[in-house]
């Protein structure tokens, strides 16, 4: 018996690609990547958000990765994200930082693979917060409590 295909997510030309081809060409498992160009490069620019997913979907792929995060609250895009049962996932308040973008996708895209479902229409809003520093004293005194 043959293992089940991986599903095929476009990666919306909004989103970094030349930080992750390598990478998720290594490492990420389960889950196949394909610049929306290289889908059909008709794609680019000619479709609203909800007729994109449609069309997307009716060329078999089964998800689109785009940092355009505004997308998900049209009512359109989530009736289409709907009928087609199609993925989405989201960077937010990524804008144009191609860094954060890649990273946040990196760490979260095995997990959207284990939990990606073609029965049912999904969205995943990538994010993370702000790093903060420690407050060293506060902590050093935790530390070193502890070791008494």
Not at 47 to 76: H, K, P, W
Request: glycine share 6%.
């Amino acid at each position: 018996m043959l293992p089940p295909k991986s599903p095929t997510f476009a990666l919306d030309e909004n989103f970094p690609q030349p930080i992750l081809r390598e990478a998720i060409a290594k490492y990420v498992l389960g889950i196949d990547l394909v610049p929306l160009v290289d889908v059909d490069p008709k794609l680019l620019g000619a479709y609203q958000d909800d007729e994109l997913v449609a069309e997307l979907a009716t060329l078999g792929i089964q998800g689109l990765v785009t940092c355009d995060d505004n997308m998900i609250f049209r009512s359109e895009v989530l009736d289409a994200i709907e009928r087609t049962r199609f993925s989405v996932v989201t960077g937010r308040r990524v804008g144009d930082d191609p860094v954060r973008a890649s990273g946040l996708l990196l760490i979260h895209l095995p997990d959207v693979a284990k939990r990606y479902s073609p029965k049912r229409a999904q969205i995943w809003r990538l994010g993370t917060v702000e790093s903060q520093p420690l407050d060293f004293a506060d902590h050093a005194k935790r530390v070193r409590g502890r070791a008494r």
